[in-house]
């Protein structure tokens, strides 16, 4: 199936640090949205991005909805140990047929350096 | 807690045989999403019913089917098991049809052997 390409894969962080990653697509999304996933447990929705060039946090996360409709980045400002997991992106088109629901990345994997 | 509940959480079963993944959505929600995660596919889509009807299908084996019952929850019904079957089994939930922000239960880790 179609998946997003979400970059970088994988990621080491020092508490305080700020991260970034980013979601890419050839095609149009009408939403974006970022969920985290930690072991064993099912993606929890972070934030969604509605609007073309959107900016929206929530706490110490900042994700904006790409002008291009194509694209999504999301930052974590001064990590911290329990921002370690899975970072998935994924996109939504819009109702119809299988369009109406969410193509995902395979996701960050944000880990702590040693 | 995303107020989304699957059952069971762990199930190890044979080649060749059948299971039943259990789907209850959020309190008020009308739309059930299927996801099967797995490390080389990741998080794929397999299908969504509203109120009761299925509507829309993404990459689901004809070995596997699904129904949403009058009280909203949902069932995944996987049959003639293969190993390559083995994978993490989602249930998401949303209040719309379109269903742009979805909430996802704990999962159901399925082991084929």
């Known amino acids: 199936g179609q998946q997003l390409n979400q970059s970088p894969q994988s990621m080491f962080i020092q508490e305080g640090e700020d991260v970034s990653m980013n979601c890419t697509s050839s095609?149009?999304?009408?939403?974006w949205l970022w969920y985290k996933q930690d072991p064993g447990e099912g993606p929890v929705l972070l934030i969604a991005l509605y609007k073309a060039g959107e900016l929206t946090s929530n706490g110490r996360l900042t994700a904006q909805f790409g002008i291009t409709r194509k694209d999504s980045f999301l930052n974590i400002s001064a990590s911290i140990p329990s921002d370690v997991g899975i970072y998935f992106c994924a996109g939504h088109r819009g109702y119809g047929g299988s369009q109406g629901n969410l193509i995902f990345g395979k996701g960050t994997k944000l880990s702590v350096k040693p | 807690d995303s107020g989304v509940t699957q059952t069971p959480k762990h199930l190890i079963t044979a080649t060749g045989q059948r299971v039943t993944l259990r789907c209850s959505p959020r309190s008020g929600d009308l739309s059930v999403y299927w996801y099967q995660q797995s490390l080389d596919q990741g998080l794929q889509f397999l299908i969504q019913?509203?109120?009761?009807?299925?509507?829309a299908k993404g990459n689901i084996l004809e070995r596997f089917s699904a129904q949403q019952f009058p009280d909203l929850h949902s069932e995944l019904n996987l049959s003639s098991l293969e190993l390559g079957d083995s994978a993490l089994y989602f249930c998401?939930?949303?209040?719309?049809?379109?269903?742009?922000?979805?909430?996802f239960g704990p999962g159901t880790r399925l082991t084929v052997t």
């Open positions: 998401a939930s949303s209040v719309t049809l379109e269903g742009h922000e979805q909430y």
């Open positions: 095609s149009i999304f009408n939403t």
């Open positions: 019913y509203y109120n009761g009807e299925e509507r």
